[in-house]
């Protein structure tokens, strides 16, 4: 069974606007690092999005209003997966997920990134991430 666990997972991570966190989720389950991985993110009475993906060879795609401020990255030997979210705006208020799956999180359309969000092999327990102004 794959697994993901969040680093502080139900917790509340709160930063002012311009602030830096940095998010970090381990997978468990998977018999090879041939996996893809992403974060996603839920704001209030709002469907859920993608934010960033990672393909098993560490090749990122990003949505568009995050391209520039967060960086997601992925340790293979340990399992692990990373968002680094620098100059954060209260627009970036959300429950983070981190999910994971065997086969691509996201393709790219017309220049733009597009996330896929059902039928995933794992979602993590979310984190609540506010930026106040």
């Known amino acids: 069974e794959v697994q993901l666990v969040q680093s502080g997972g139900g917790s509340v991570q709160s930063v002012q606007a311009g602030g830096t966190l940095r998010l970090s989720c381990v997978a468990s389950g998977y018999t090879s690092e041939n996996y893809y991985m992403g974060w996603y993110r839920q704001a209030p009475e709002k469907e859920r999005e993608g934010v960033a993906a990672i393909d098993p060879a560490g090749s990122p795609t990003y949505r568009d209003s995050v391209k520039g401020r967060f960086t997601v990255s992925r340790d293979n030997a340990k399992h692990v997966l990373y968002l680094q979210m620098t100059n954060l705006k209260p627009e970036d208020t959300a429950t983070y997920y981190c999910?994971?799956?065997?086969?691509?999180?996201?393709?790219?359309?017309?220049?733009?990134?597009?996330?896929?969000?059902?039928?995933?092999?794992?979602w993590g327990q979310g984190t609540l991430v506010t930026v106040s102004s």
């Open positions: 999910a994971s799956d065997h086969r691509p999180l996201s393709a790219v359309l017309g220049g733009h990134a597009v996330f896929t969000k059902r039928g995933l092999d794992a």
